[in-house]
Antibody, heavy 122, light 106 residues
Framework: EVQLVESGGGVVAPGGSLRLSCAAS????????MNWVRQAPGKGLEWVSS????????FYAESVQGRFTISRDNADDSLFLQMDSLRADDTGLYYC???????????????WGQGTMVSVSS | VLTQSPDTLSLSPGERATLSCRAS???????LAWYQQKHGQAPRLLIY???TRATGIPDRFSGSGSGTHFTLTISRLEPEDFAVYYC?????????FGQGTKVEIK
């Protein structure tokens, strides 16, 4: 089955760290850019970070630059998000999503996981 | 920045829905997507390249526009279409989303 499954969410105090994982299955992982998108409770979607198929191109939203690190393990079909110096406004449901790519770059996000919840609270 | 309008659209099943997405600057390519998100579910890709339906998306969904103004049209609303819709530009970083339009039952 083609799917993405996130894990690693939880409750953490402000200033703490969490490492999210996303396990891909049913497709050729190296054919896709991978992305993290988050959604605060009752709010809209916010793009967080993207990584190219080989991990050589990485992009971050300004709100997480310098605190979050995206990475991938192509041997294990896995995507990661290391989140440090967490703040209350990082609270939300974190989705991983894949994006095909072509000569021009990554395309739209055509497969999403169900998300893992992160709550930053004292 | 992507600005969607209206914030909420109140319509009845069978009616036509027209959702707007305006960009603060023009895209060099039509790298604009539309997603549907139902309550408690992950988003689902509907349209990419401004006007191409994703796999399995019914033809009552259509996308149009270019440059700075894009539109998602649902020709005849089905009960399962009442949801929140987001536009996204994915051609450059940051791959921003609009704030969403909620299509609710009137």
């Amino acid at each position: 089955e083609v799917q993405l499954v996130e894990s690693g969410g939880g409750v953490v105090a402000p200033g703490g760290s969490l490492r999210l994982s996303c396990a891909a299955s049913g497709f050729t992982f190296t054919n896709f850019y991978m992305n993290w998108v988050r959604q605060a409770p009752g709010k809209g979607l916010e793009w967080v970070s993207s990584i190219s198929s080989r991990g050589n191109y990485i992009f971050y939203a300004e709100s997480v630059q310098g605190r979050f690190t995206i990475s991938r393990d192509n041997a294990d079909d896995s995507l990661f998000l290391q989140m440090d110096s967490l703040r209350a406004d990082d609270t939300g449901l974190y989705y991983c999503a894949r994006a095909p790519f072509n000569y021009y770059g990554p395309d739209a996000f055509d497969l999403w996981g169900q998300g893992t919840m992160v709550s930053v609270s004292s | 920045v992507l600005t969607q309008s209206p914030d909420t659209l109140s319509l009845s099943p069978g009616e036509r829905a027209t959702l707007s997405c305006r960009a603060s600057q023009s895209f060099s390519r039509d790298t604009l997507a539309w997603y549907q998100q139902k309550h408690g579910q992950a988003p689902r890709l509907l349209i990419y390249g401004a006007s191409t339906r994703a796999t399995g998306i019914p033809d009552r969904f259509s996308g149009s526009g270019s440059g700075t103004h894009f539109t998602l049209t649902i020709s005849r609303l089905e009960p399962e279409d009442f949801a929140v819709y987001y536009c996204q530009q994915y051609g450059t970083s940051p791959r921003t989303f609009g704030q969403g339009t909620k299509v609710e039952i009137k």
